[in-house]
């Protein structure tokens, strides 16, 4: 049979594959890619280990997204966990190219660890790696394999490509750019060049027809690449033919633009073609988006999550103001309630005095609350806020913002939170500002939507699923709750009308607000255990309907943040920063066991 080529000579693992017993037992077998190895559920009765390719793992829970867990390399094993603890597995293992596996029967591997028992040693430490990174929302094997593939004439994608090299090697890893040339290289080969190199990028042109087919297969991740400034080509057979890798959502678009246009426009007929996880637009000639991808591909992007939390909220703008001040990179952005409406402007590209421009002008200087209404639906008409929305992000498709973005809102005909990652801006923000009672609600076809932190007031888990870097987080709602003195009646009606007062609304918005914007003690601490970097301005004397303080809000923000920035060691982007290969052999040759 021979040895496992990833495996070190002297390790248990090998030994174990040395006896003679497991040399007749085991069977060695194929697995085309897009094939499953075993699924949730299926019976533990094999212990699997990868000889040649890229198995990948996913979890699939009812009601959300397909979870990618990670990659599992040559020399690894899968299915450990289940068989030693003789349990069903609990997630799916696909086979993300072609691949070569030996199984090692259950009985046949206990009786091998009885004679070489520091192979549960090996495997206890593979398992503490992998149950540790799970907690701390990573992945089990991190994606090292890339792929990058033309739609249409996008003209020298290679070119772009090792733009994006050099700047993964700035980052201190060896990587590599591949292209047609190992066309007719052997499957060891490219396991070969994989094992030796942090990162390895394979890129095909238009015309390489037949190595477009191989790079849709021998990667952990693929890019396809389009022109935004035109429209998309018509359906390639070999782009959109399916892959595992579109079937677990790990195929995202590249849009290249020009280097002068105010903002991307047509996005969604591309999405509508390329089916994508994510949406990427990098500028020619842009560096700052090449820098970008090198950090998404490298585990190294910083994602930004803002709560809601009404006027307390204008603490994300000063938040905001001290990261870009400290140069950290925002690569993902998103928010919930008016939490999002500050991620969309980041996401929109508004430095500092537009927005705060923007903000003062819709919410500050005149209250978007005023327009009172006979309560049926809610306390205001709600038409002052769509107004000054549609004055701010006009017609803007979310695919066309420069930066990744996502809102919620709560689907109160499904019961489940409501993800806006398309479709027109305005109006997913005007969903997940829809505060029940104070604003009417918004609607999707027959779906009823309300204000996002209903049911999840800081969505970190949902950013996890976007990416693999760091993620800040800014949470407004950890300030003083309200009290009696917050909603007692007015003394007198007329001199509450008289002072203005009246047009922060009644005492019953504040209990409104907050009762919409309250998180369980378990739901919030899952939530900041998801933050690389977390944020706590002090709200306590922001008064959550209060929407003219937006000073000492924005204030407090920056000054939070910038505490924030002051307790960590190193920079935010290094925050999960894996260990280059040379890294990792100094740790194993010292005993360490990798993080």
């Known amino acids: 049979?021979?040895?496992?080529?990833?495996?070190?000579?002297?390790?248990?693992?090998?030994?174990?594959?040395?006896?003679?017993?497991?040399?007749?037992?085991?069977?060695?077998?194929?697995?085309?890619?897009?094939?499953?190895?075993?699924?949730?559920?299926?019976?533990?009765?094999?212990?699997?280990?990868?000889?040649?390719?890229?198995?990948?793992?996913?979890?699939?829970?009812?009601?959300?997204?397909?979870?990618?867990?990670?990659?599992?390399?040559?020399?690894?094993?899968?299915?450990?966990?289940?068989?030693?603890?003789?349990?069903?597995?609990?997630?799916?293992?696909?086979?993300?190219?072609?691949?070569?596996?030996?199984a090692v029967p259950r009985d046949v591997f206990f009786e091998a660890c009885e004679a070489e028992p520091d192979v549960m040693i090996e495997l206890a430490k593979l398992m503490m790696l992998r149950s540790r990174q799970a907690v701390m929302r990573g992945t089990t094997g991190e994606p090292s394999v890339f792929g990058f593939v033309p739609m249409g004439q996008?003209?020298?994608?290679?070119?772009?490509?090792?733009?994006?090299?050099?700047?993964?090697?700035?980052?201190?890893?060896?990587?590599?750019?591949?292209?047609?040339?190992?066309?007719s290289a052997p499957t060891e080969w490219f396991s070969d060049v994989e094992r030796t190199h942090d990162f390895v990028l394979y890129v095909a042109e238009i015309d390489d027809g037949g190595w477009r087919q191989v790079v849709a297969r021998q990667v952990d991740r693929l890019f396809r690449v389009g022109r935004g400034d035109r429209k998309p080509p018509k359906p390639d057979p070999v782009v959109v033919a399916p892959t595992p890798l579109q079937a677990a959502n790990l195929v995202d678009l590249i849009l290249i633009q020009p280097p002068d246009i105010d903002r991307p426009q047509g996005s969604e007929a591309w999405m509508d073609a390329a089916k994508p996880a994510r949406l990427f637009h990098v500028r020619r000639e842009e560096a700052a988006d090449i820098q970008r991808v090198a950090r998404i591909l490298t585990g190294q992007s910083v994602g930004l999550v803002l709560s809601g939390g009404g006027a307390r909220a204008y603490a994300h703008v000063g938040a905001v103001q001290?990261?870009?001040?400290?140069?950290?990179?925002?690569?993902?952005?998103?928010?919930?309630?008016?939490g999002a409406i500050i991620a969309a402007g980041v996401a929109m590209g508004w430095d500092e005095p537009e927005m705060e421009r923007r903000i003062r002008e819709a919410f500050v200087d005149t209250s978007p609350l005023d327009d009172i209404a006979i309560p049926l639906l809610a306390m205001t008409h709600g038409i002052k806020v769509n107004e000054r929305l549609a004055h701010h992000f006009g017609e803007v498709n979310i695919a066309d913002l420069w930066l990744p973005f996502f809102c919620l809102s709560s689907n109160l005909t499904t019961g489940a939170y409501q993800m806006h990652r398309r479709g027109l801006l305005r109006k997913a923000l005007r969903a997940t500002i829809s505060l029940p009672g104070i604003m009417p609600p918004a609607t999707d076809d027959n779906n009823v939507l309300v204000d996002?932190?209903?049911?999840k007031n800081f969505p970190t888990d949902v950013m996890r699923?976007?990416?693999?870097?760091?993620?800040?987080?800014?949470?407004?709602?950890?300030?003083?709750?309200?009290?009696?003195?917050?909603v007692a009646r007015p003394a007198s009606v007329w001199r509450w009308i008289w002072s203005g007062q009246w047009r922060k609304g009644p005492p019953i918005v504040s209990l409104l607000m907050r009762a919409a914007t309250v998180s369980t003690s378990r739901d919030l601490a899952a939530a900041r255990d998801a933050t690389d970097m977390l944020v706590l301005p002090d709200t306590n004397k922001i008064e959550i309907r209060d929407f003219s303080a937006f000073d000492p809000a924005v204030a407090e923000g920056f000054r939070a943040m910038n505490e924030a920035l002051d307790k960590i060691q190193r920079p935010v982007q290094a925050l999960r920063r894996r260990l280059n290969l040379a890294e990792q052999a100094a740790m194993k040759s010292a005993g360490g066991m990798l993080r």
């Open 452 to 455: 996002g932190a209903v049911m």
């Open 154 to 183: 996008c003209g020298g994608l290679r070119a772009l490509v090792e733009k994006v090299a050099v700047e993964i090697a700035a980052l201190d890893y060896k990587v590599t750019t591949i292209g047609s040339e190992a066309q």
């Open 465 to 486: 699923m976007s990416q693999l870097g760091p993620i800040v987080g800014v949470d407004v709602t950890g300030g003083r709750s309200i009290t009696a003195d917050d």
């Open 322 to 338: 001290a990261l870009r001040d400290r140069g950290v990179p925002i690569d993902f952005v998103g928010g919930v309630s008016m």
């Open 1 to 102: 049979m021979g040895r496992l080529p990833a495996i070190p000579e002297d390790s248990a693992l090998a030994r174990l594959f040395g006896q003679a017993r497991v040399q007749e037992e085991a069977t060695w077998f194929s697995l085309p890619g897009g094939q499953t190895l075993f699924a949730a559920g299926d019976l533990s009765e094999q212990l699997f280990f990868l000889r040649v390719g890229r198995l990948g793992a996913f979890r699939h829970e009812p009601g959300h997204e397909i979870q990618f867990l990670g990659v599992i390399r040559p020399g690894e094993p899968a299915g450990e966990m289940s068989l030693i603890a003789n349990a069903p597995h609990s997630a799916d293992v696909v086979a993300l190219r072609d691949s070569e596996i030996i």
